[in-house]
């Protein structure tokens, strides 16, 4: 995949989700089926104001759009993508303060369906929050794109 | 002679009251604009469309991620609202002196299973929560979300929760 391609990817990604405008996402890398993206911490994610902890729901958003950048940017080059299914375990609570950082893999892709793993870390990054596992569909390149 | 009744009014006021506290706590669901319609215990959670909540704008579709914390935020709420409504109702709990920092604590999410069925639609949507098993310490939550159809949903969860411990933290 080019250098022009993957910035195109990036750019085109964050300007058409207005959800991910909203939570003030970006792109730290994206590569052949792989896909890190960042989001500041906002004290209107807060889940838990005794401790000012994100809630949970803002991670997983996170891990969703990312392993949605995942699947755009493997090879095989669907030309959309929805989830099927995401599941996410929580291991612990992120640090209130921090940026919250996801990296995702599309490890597996078939004409139909596509299989990823993904990780969302604070500052701690050998700790992670939470992981998810997800199956997403394969659309082929519609005529806009 | 037994005691009258409280005047309706008054006794779902003070439920109303004791909802909106425990809602109003958390920012992130202001943030979703997520609200609660209660009939007795039952819960049903709105997610009032907004345009920054799509994540598919050529569909157009609501952001999976969003569907995913709808759901999420309609278990915890559903477990919090049933272990207050206990402690209401028994007379633990003086719900008109519930204040935000004195509120039990809400469950935490151990993990969570969407199923996407269909995509969102740009228009409001509804989930309900059923709460399968709730120990002491762990919880079993189904969820189920739709928009125009009861019986067609557009996305499903199962999760499990860890349930706050009276002493306070639960590590």
Redesign the interface.
Known sequence: MSEDRRAQIARQFIESIPHARALGMSFVEIGEGVAEMSMPYDTRLIGDPQTGVVHGGAISTLMDTCSGAAVIAHPANPGSTATLDLRIDYMRAATPGQALVARAECYHITRTVAFVRAVAMDNDRDNPVASATGAFTVDPAGPGS | MRQRPEPMQVVKERRDRALATLVA????I???NITFDRRGDELTSVLNFD????????LP?I????T???L??TAIIQLGWQALWEEIEGGRVDADALQ??TLP??P?????????LR?GLPRDAYARATVNRSGRRYASVHVEAWQDNRSRLFAQATGHFLMPSDSGSAE
């Open positions: 706590g958390v920012p992130y202001q943030f979703l345009e920054t909540i799509i994540g598919n704008p050529m579709a952001h999976g991620g969003v995913a914390a709808f999420e935020t935000p920092e604590r809400l935490k999410t151990i993990d969570f299973t969407v199923d996407y995509s």
